[in-house]
Antibody, heavy 121, light 105 residues
Framework: QVQLQESGPGLVKPSGTLSLTCAVSGGSISSSNWWSWVRQPPGKGLEWIGEIYHSGSTNYNPSLKSRVTISVDKSKNQFSLKLSSVTAADTAVYYC??????????????WGQGTMVTVSS | SYELTQPLSVSVALGQTARITCGGNNIGSKNVHWYQQKPGQAPVLVIYRDSNRPSGIPERFSGSNSGNTATLTISRAQAGDEADYYCQVWDSSPVFGGGTKLTVL
């Protein structure tokens, strides 16, 4: 059974870069799935950040596109998120999730446990 | 951008039927998915493609979608169903509703 595990610093300074990694276990990142990042500010709803395919193709939320980079490392079976120029508004729980892989019927069937990232000096 | 509207909260008596709506322009033409999120936990997919249940999700959970409203129905509500519920569609990219807090009385 595929499992996802996020890792990375829990505290990032304002104007810095948030960096997280999602390790995929129990399956291959080279399967016919896209791999996404989703975040949730404290007490608020879910926001999709972006996704990557094992080929390296990416799609990003237009509202974050200028600051987001998602990459994949097939040798380590993991993918990563970088969010630059962070502010307090980027404080959130960050989840990685597996997309169904069905074109234009995107849904997330497996989620990591989430990792809290706080932006503060 | 496409918007999904959910009620902030829904209450249901123990053992009764809860209905959580998700409104969107012509949402009936889209595939709607639903997630359950309990405090401190990651979301869990409970309904996909309007009315399909993933393995392990009780039959008490069902979904429908028509016109401008999609509905998640939880029959014989249990205390363990108390959670936040989010609808989601794909409209050039994944879009989530604002979430509904379900309270079981």
């Amino acid at each position: 059974q595929v499992q996802l595990q996020e890792s990375g610093p829990g505290l990032v300074k304002p104007s810095g870069t948030l960096s997280l990694t999602c390790a995929v276990s129990g399956g291959s990142i080279s399967s016919s799935n896209w791999w996404s990042w989703v975040r949730q500010p404290p007490g608020k709803g879910l926001e999709w950040i972006g996704e990557i395919y094992h080929s390296g193709s990416t799609n990003y939320n237009p509202s974050l596109k200028s600051r987001v980079t998602i990459s994949v490392d097939k040798s380590k079976n993991q993918f990563s998120l970088k969010l630059s120029s962070v502010t307090a508004a980027d404080t959130a729980v960050y989840y990685c999730a597996r997309d169904s892989g069905i074109t234009m019927i995107s849904f997330f069937d497996i989620w990591g446990q989430g990792t809290m990232v706080t932006v503060s000096s | 951008s496409y918007e999904l509207t959910q009620p902030l909260s829904v209450s249901v008596a123990l053992g009764q039927t809860a209905r959580i709506t998700c409104g969107g322009n012509n949402i009936g033409s889209k595939n709607v998915h639903w997630y359950q999120q309990k405090p401190g936990q990651a979301p869990v997919l409970v309904i996909y493609r309007d009315s399909n249940r993933p393995s392990g999700i009780p039959e008490r959970f069902s979904g429908s979608n028509s016109g401008n409203t999609a509905t998640l129905t939880i029959s014989r509500a249990q205390a363990g169903d108390e959670a936040d519920y989010y609808c989601q569609v794909w409209d050039s990219s994944p879009v989530f509703g604002g979430g509904t807090k379900l309270t079981v009385l």
